[in-house]
Each structure stands twice: as structure tokens, then as C-alpha cells.
């Protein structure tokens, strides 16, 4: 009975450890702006949660114990918003963030003097908890259906527009999961096909506020939509798609559908003219 109940403890220490995930981001002296070597480390931890089904993220910030309460409290909050401003760039989704708050100063334990600059610097930062849904959700193998593909053999008219199912864009980047290639081969080979038919390819991001576009990962501009849409161009090209029969465009988060945000990062084929054979 000894092994089994330590195994069980440890299994309950490992499941409760895989309930959240935390990160620092640290600051200089009385500022907000993350700075470049904490901005790689905190898309770096973006990267590891990309694919995590999230409850919810947590946010807070702090300050060293220096300054009065009420400018502790502005800048805690400052740094708070700072981050939240790179989750949303970086599309993802705002309404898990539900707590983003300044919690103002850490006050400095008494210490060595020779620590205290340390002891103060690592209290400038902002902590960051992601919640995981806990238990995870059973993953659903769905299947593909080629609903895109009827489409575009059917009967086509200008103003059409017809979403590209199943071609999902990894978070932050204008490139394709790897699954979603083989799709974009059977659409390519359709318009291939049909050398009548003009389109512009209309790119969309998610989770950014108003209508402002991400940021591409890759690059580091904020042109997210109008990247993903240039990467089926591209793509299309190279798979003997002639260039003057398409466009492409950003379409930013002007159209968000409304559903889960991974369905926001899409593309989009507006048929602009249909040529007589």
C-alpha cells in the first residue's frame, strides 16, 4: 500500500504542477516599455502556450518599492497593459485575460545593503500565470470536408467569397500548420484548372483590439493578415497559379466571425471577375 499511495501523491503533484504556468518579465528603473532581451524571453513562452487549451491568464504588475503609491500603482499598471498589449498582437484571445492589474509596489525585505539593487530590480516586473483548461479536453478528430473544394469546381459568380476550410495558420505567423498543406494542394490544383476565374486573396488575423493588424512573429511588422494572404499567393504561384489572375490583401481584424479565434486566422477568396471561355 506504501508504493501505490506515494505514486498516487506524485500523480497529484504532477497533474496540480500542470495546472498553471507562470513567467516574469522584469523592467528598468520608473519604465514600461518591455525591454528587447525580456521581449524575446516572453515570445518564447508564447511559443510554449500557443498550442495549450487556455482558462485563463492572469497578469500582474509591480514595482520596486521606491516612488510614491499612487506612481507605483500608474506604472504596475502601465507594465501590466504592456504585456497584455504583446499577448494581443501575438492573437491571443483578449477574454481569457481576466485579470490585468497594477498591483503597485514589493516592498524590500531587510537585507543585505550590497543586495539591494538586486533584490529591487527583480521586483520590477510583471508575473504572468496562464491556467490551463483543467481536465484537458479530449481532442475530436474531425473530419475534413471538402466543402471549399465543391465550391470552387461549382458555378462561380463576381462577389463570391469563399472561405478556404481547413487551412489554419500557426498563432503569430503567416505560414500553415502542417496539416493544412495537403488541402491547399486540391485547392491549388482546382484553380489551376480554371484559368477564367480571378480572385483576390483576402488575409485575417484574430484577437487584436479594434481593427489593427497583428504582429508577424517572423518579421516583426505588424502586418499579420496581409502576410498570410501573400503566403497563399506565393504559394499558389509556385503551384502554376498565374500571378495576373490574383491578388492579395489584409483584411486586418476587420471580419471576425465570432467562433473560436484559430478560425479567425484564415484566408478568404473573393472572385472579382469570371472571364467567358
Not at 59 to 72: A, H, L, M, P
Request: aromatic share 8%.
Amino acid at each position: 500500500m506504501k508504493p501505490l499511495f506515494i505514486l498516487l501523491c506524485l500523480t497529484f503533484q504532477v497533474s496540480f504542477a500542470q495546472k498553471e504556468l507562470k513567467h516574469e518579465v522584469y523592467f528598468e528603473t520608473d519604465q514600461h516599455d518591455i525591454p528587447e532581451t525580456e521581449h524575446s524571453r516572453l515570445l518564447l513562452f508564447l511559443s510554449k502556450i500557443e498550442d495549450i487549451d487556455i482558462e485563463k491568464v492572469s497578469i500582474y504588475g509591480f514595482t520596486d518599492d521606491r516612488g510614491s503609491d499612487n506612481y507605483n500603482l500608474v506604472l504596475s499598471q502601465n507594465r501590466a497593459d504592456a504585456i497584455k498589449e504583446v499577448f494581443s498582437n501575438n492573437e491571443f484571445d483578449e477574454s481569457k485575460m481576466t485579470n490585468v492589474d497594477g498591483k503597485g509596489k514589493i516592498l524590500v525585505n531587510i537585507i543585505k545593503e550590497n543586495d539591494l539593487n538586486k533584490i529591487r530590480g527583480l521586483n520590477r516586473k510583471v508575473e504572468i500565470i496562464v491556467t490551463p483548461v483543467y481536465p484537458p479536453k479530449p481532442k475530436e478528430e474531425k473530419p475534413v470536408v471538402d466543402k471549399t473544394e465543391d465550391l470552387l469546381k461549382g458555378d462561380l459568380k463576381e462577389g463570391d467569397k469563399i472561405l478556404l476550410d481547413n487551412l489554419l495558420f500557426r498563432t503569430g505567423y503567416s505560414y500553415l500548420t502542417k496539416e493544412s498543406k495537403g488541402v491547399l494542394d486540391r485547392i491549388a490544383e482546382i484553380l489551376v484548372e480554371r484559368t477564367n476565374v480571378y480572385f483576390t486573396i483576402e488575409g485575417h488575423v484574430c484577437c487584436t483590439q479594434g481593427e489593427r493588424d497583428a504582429i508577424d512573429r517572423k518579421t516583426k511588422k505588424r502586418n499579420l493578415s496581409v502576410a498570410r494572404a501573400k503566403y497563399i499567393y506565393d504559394y499558389l504561384v509556385d503551384k502554376g497559379v498565374k500571378h495576373y489572375r490574383m491578388k492579395f490583401v489584409g483584411m486586418r481584424r476587420k471580419a471576425p466571425l465570432g467562433g473560436e479565434p484559430q478560425l479567425d486566422r484564415r484566408v478568404e477568396i473573393l472572385v472579382t471577375r469570371i472571364y467567358e471561355k
